[in-house]
């Protein structure tokens, strides 16, 4: 059974650092992984798919790595902003890309 | 714009009635589509797997009886919570497979709360 760990639980930082949230997952055997954006009592927002072949995908001032031998991934977000104020979830797709676990996620403040 | 639509976004109902969440996907065909609940401060987990024109796979310790799932066609699949308590109140999410994209996509969520 997949377990997903996010690290840290809680995050509150200065506007305009630079920070990096971290995932691993249990069951290296993964299809993708994927990094969510949850806003509060909202639904998702996929930001970066990373293919089980990939070590990274950038978007914007996001990057997200992936080690997939050592179940670890890192999201990174360069000169964060009030707006990316949000729940990060980290989900690896095990036994194709249909079978989602999601970790407990990431609460970032960033404050102005 | 959203491929999967969730309705209601958010609904409050009295203990004792039935509520029905709707998930749809606008430009495919699911074949497959998932529901998920989320309890205050927890990770979103996975309740059953709904199949096209078949029976949904419920998990481990998911009722059934009171979480009845429909999948009648390739672009809807609907949960209704049945005789809801408080405690059945939670954030609920679906997600539906695009098999020729190879992408899972997911709905907006919807709050439910039992008074």
């Known amino acids: 059974k997949q377990e997903v760990t996010q690290i840290p639980a809680a995050l509150s930082v200065p506007e305009g650092e630079n920070l990096v949230l971290n995932c691993s997952f249990t069951?290296?055997?993964?299809?993708?992984l994927q990094w969510f954006r949850q806003d509060p009592g909202k639904g998702l927002t996929s930001l970066l798919l990373?293919?089980?072949?990939?070590r990274e995908q950038t978007s914007g001032r996001l990057n997200a790595s992936l080690d997939k031998s050592s179940g670890r991934s890192t999201l990174y977000i360069a000169a964060s902003q009030p707006g990316d104020s949000a729940t990060y979830l980290c989900?690896?797709?095990?036994?194709?890309?249909?079978?989602?676990?999601f970790g407990t996620g990431t609460k970032l403040q960033v404050i102005p | 714009g959203a491929v999967v639509s969730q309705h209601p976004s958010r609904v409050i109902c009295k203990s004792g009635t039935s509520v029905k969440i709707e998930c749809r996907s606008l430009?495919?065909?699911?074949?497959?589509m998932f529901w998920y609940r989320q309890f205050p401060k927890q990770s979103l987990m996975l309740m059953a797997t709904?199949?096209?024109?078949?029976?949904?796979?419920?998990e481990q310790g998911v009722e059934k009886d009171k979480f009845l799932i429909n999948h009648a066609s390739l672009t809807l699949s609907t949960l209704t919570v049945t005789s809801a308590h408080p405690e059945d109140s939670s954030f609920y999410i679906c997600?539906?497979?695009?098999?020729?994209?190879?992408?899972?996509?997911f709905g907006s969520g919807t709050q439910l709360s039992v008074l």
């Open positions: 990373i293919q089980s072949s990939q």
């Open positions: 430009d495919f065909q699911a074949t497959t």
């Open positions: 989900a690896p797709h095990s036994g194709g890309y249909q079978k989602v676990t």
């Open positions: 997600s539906a497979t695009d098999r020729v994209k190879e992408k899972l996509f």
């Open positions: 709904s199949n096209e024109g078949s029976k949904a796979t419920y």
């Open positions: 069951d290296s055997a993964i299809y993708n």
